[in-house]
């Protein structure tokens, strides 16, 4: 699960990657006949030229624009999937150079590279599984959103419906009470004109017995 704490451990492994990448780098760029004297044998060593150190600091500097990279960028769980993928041929260049074919060009200090790459691939690999935990977690935390806001604005539409109703009730009552008014009225008319014909038919009789 990622946590607060596991997120935080992301962080720190990107930058300590970041750094390691830098201070190697410059290491490279800035002394690169140290370097070829610590990491390759003797018999190659000695054969270090203004090539090979051109070499050696072109890497540094590649080591250190991918340490810039990986410092700065807000790293996705894709980008770490793809950086830890990507120590696969450093491996391979120390596994055929230190135990295959080519052994004996580099010294035993060079199984620390592949311990590092070994590091680099793993943390990267790490860091991607947590990360996609909290990229799932966070598109369950937005379906859940989502679905709490549908059911509300179903209960506000619902709401809405019920108002229309009552107004509708309310309304349906008023015509109801109009047209009992207007039978009440209309009754006492007919009542009134019943007793006219009344008085207009005692009149009637009055004047034939005069």
Known sequence: MATPQRLETVRRLQTTMATAYAGLGAWCL?????????????????????????????????????????????????????????????????????????????????WLDCVGNLFFMGASLWCAKVLREEDRRDMKSRREKKEVQREKKEEQKEKKESHKEKREGQRDKKDGQKDGQKDKRDKKEGQREKKEGQRDKKEGQRDKKE
């Open 30 to 110: 800035l002394r690169p006949q140290s370097v070829i004297a610590l990491g390759f044998t003797p018999r190659y060593a000695a054969i270090s030229n203004v090539t090979t150190r051109l070499f050696a600091r072109c890497f540094g500097a590649q080591a250190m624009t991918c340490a810039l990279v990986l410092g700065t960028s807000d790293m996705t769980a894709f980008s770490f999937t793809a950086f830890g993928l990507a120590m696969v041929p450093y491996l391979g260049w120390n596994l055929w150079f230190g135990a295959g074919p080519r052994k004996g060009m580099i010294n035993s200090w060079m």
